[in-house]
């Protein structure tokens, strides 16, 4: 068995049938490495991977010539030996697309292969008054809008992940159940390449807090911790559940529904159509009601605009926005205990409107946690503030794209033209 057979065993991967197909799956290999390191010498691509160093050569040679890679300088190692050259991702002309709608936003990240951002941005938009036509239909304008300002700042892109506050059926890009956004089995990717025309990319949809969980542990507070769990912060609240640095999915890949976790039976209804669920007592609705008089100023459907609103009379001392902060402080610990009970994570990145007000409702949260938490003095658990923002999940869409085009490179593999020689 050759040492090339013998990196896709250890993978758990089927042999390659034939040399078209092992050169594919060989290229991704190289393109993980690239993927998961700023830099990486031919010889330390070899010794990862199994692969000969003739054949990193002919790769990376061929990766670089594709401009899926590039040259970044000379490594030296130890006091004697040859220097090594080091090459990294690079693939600037290559863009991923990530989108994600939820209750009052679409946000937007574009980005090329090597996750340099090209288009951001956010937009307020009322999904459940607006109906999943009209919302697919935004959806689609938005969509093409960002696909055209990545092609004029040459980052083509070659697919398009959505985040979505649901349920997905992520095989079919279906969205199964979306509560909050009052959406039943939705065909959300046909739909969305039905509205984009012309313009159609291949899409991949996907539960925002599963995405959100990504861009964390590849880019985020806590990026690379093993063990972690990664909570939404918006009208909903979804977990994303990272165990030995893996998504955790479950049978049907429908795990991580937290916000619906009973912790009230007693309490209001939730947009699932139960009583006392997690997110009907620290969602950003809850708070808003907590904290601020009905109908103290404009309707504001943006969670941003709202959280910041919010933290407005917290920095000013508002005594009924305090009490409503650490009352949603003490519950967010409350159902954080029981996640850290099931999963025993290292720490709960919080996102969205969470981290936006961190400063008022972590404290209370982490006294909470610690005191019924379990395994707290073996091992400890702490709650951190994300600073992705409100795209952490468009983020994670985009990241999940250029999962999909590293692990099938022909996706991506036609050379561009050369120029004629003068």
């Not at 004029?152 to 892109?157: D, E, L, M, N, S």
Request: with cysteine; net charge neutral.
């Amino acid at each position: 068995m050759t040492q090339e057979h013998q990196a896709r065993a250890i993978g758990g991967a089927v042999s390659p049938t034939s040399n078209t197909t092992m050169r594919k799956s060989n290229l991704s290999l190289v393109l993980r490495q690239l993927r998961d390191h700023a830099s990486r010498s031919r010889a330390d691509i070899a010794d990862s991977t199994g692969l000969h160093r003739a054949t990193v050569s002919n790769l990376v040679a061929e990766l670089l010539d594709r401009r899926l890679a590039r040259e970044v300088g000379i490594e030296h190692v130890g006091a004697v030996g040859r220097p090594r050259r080091a090459v990294a991702l690079h693939g600037a002309h290559v863009g991923a697309l990530g989108l994600e709608i939820n209750v009052g936003h679409i946000s937007v990240y574009g980005c090329d292969l090597s996750g340099r951002a090209v288009v951001e941005r956010s937009i307020g938009f009322d999904a459940v008054g607006s109906g999943p036509e009209r919302s697919l239909r935004r959806l689609g304008i938005v969509a093409g809008e960002a696909i055209k300002a990545m092609r004029q700042a040459g980052a083509v892109p070659a697919g398009i992940g959505v985040a979505v506050p649901a349920l997905v059926d992520v095989a079919r890009g279906v969205v199964a159940l979306a509560p909050n956004l009052e959406w039943y089995d939705l065909p959300l990717a046909d739909q969305l390449t039905e509205a984009l025309g012309p313009l159609s990319l291949p899409v991949t949809v996907d539960n925002d807090a599963n995405l959100a969980a990504l861009a964390e542990y590849t880019s985020g507070v806590a990026a690379g911790t093993p063990h972690m769990v990664y909570l939404t912060g918006e009208v909903g609240v979804g977990g994303g559940i990272i165990i030995d640095g893996r998504l955790l999915r479950g049978a049907d890949g429908f795990s991580g529904e937290v916000g619906h976790l009973p912790v009230d039976p007693a309490g209001e209804r939730c947009g699932c159509g139960r009583r006392g669920c997690w997110e009907t007592k620290v969602g950003l609705e809850a708070l808003t009601r907590a904290a601020l008089p009905e109908g103290s100023g404009p309707h504001v459907l943006d969670p941003e605009e709202r959280a910041a609103q919010i933290a407005a009379g917290l920095a000013a001392g508002d005594p009924r926005t305090h009490d409503a902060a650490a009352q949603v402080g003490r519950w967010l610990g409350l159902g954080g205990s029981i996640v850290a009970n099931l999963f025993n994570p290292r720490v709960i990145v919080v996102g969205g409107y969470f981290a936006t007000l961190a400063e008022w409702l972590l404290p209370h949260a982490q006294a909470e946690l610690e005191r019924l938490v379990v395994a707290r003095q073996a091992g400890p658990c702490w709650f951190a503030a994300s600073d992705l923002g409100f795209g952490a999940a468009s983020r994670g869409a985009a990241s999940m794209v250029i999962s999909r085009l590293i692990d099938d490179p022909s996706m991506i593999m036609t050379p561009l033209p050369r120029p004629a020689a003068p």
